[in-house]
């Protein structure tokens, strides 16, 4: 009995390490006996709505545009990972929650949605890491740097001076 269970789960674990390679090589991989893919497949069939598309490709607006924009129109302007209803990253929902403590209306976009845009903020805070945090047009930092600013007091200053001039 105990060698008919040791070769199922041998069995198993090989079966599992098959799927990992797998998934490795092709962009999909197997898991409890169905197959799931990572890549988009290049369908011709496919109908025009369901294509992804690049909004942006028949405009004169640019990314740096448009992060120009969300800095200069919103007071507390937060590119994440994920929103602030689901952040998702540690360091995205710390600085959700801090400014959350000062109830004021925070807007964001979520850089896991487009690549491009990630590297657009980047490139204009000249800052490598998410979160990015603008309060009236200055760029502040990360979690880190707003949980400092929290916990010393210059947060709840620099968001009072945003509330005075709305």
């Not at 008919?4 to 962009?27: H, I, K, P, Q």
């Not at 004169?60 to 800095?71: M, N, S």
């Not at 990253?89 to 976009?109: D, K, T």
Request: hydrophobic share 35%; proline share 5%; charged share 25%.
């Amino acid at each position: 009995m105990a060698r008919v269970l040791s070769n199922m789960l041998l069995n198993r674990f090989r079966s599992m390490e098959y799927a990992r390679t797998t998934a490795s090589a092709s962009g999909s991989f197997l898991q409890h006996g169905m197959r799931f893919s990572t890549s988009v497949p290049n369908d011709p069939d496919t109908h025009d709505d369901f294509k992804p598309t690049n909004k942006l490709e028949n405009s004169d607006i640019t990314l740096k545009d448009i992060v120009e924009q969300d800095v200069k129109d919103n007071r507390v302007m937060i590119y994440m990972k994920g929103d602030p209803e689901q952040p998702r990253c540690g360091f995205s929902s710390l600085a959700v929650r801090v400014l959350s403590e000062y109830r004021v209306p925070i807007y964001s976009r979520n850089i896991l949605e487009d690549p491009e845009l990630k590297n657009a903020v980047k490139a204009f805070s000249m800052w490598p890491t998410f979160p990015q945090i603008f309060i009236n047009g200055e760029f502040i930092g990360g979690s880190d740097i707003i949980l400092s600013m929290h916990q010393n007091g210059e947060l709840k200053e620099k968001l009072k001076a945003t509330k005075s001039s709305d």
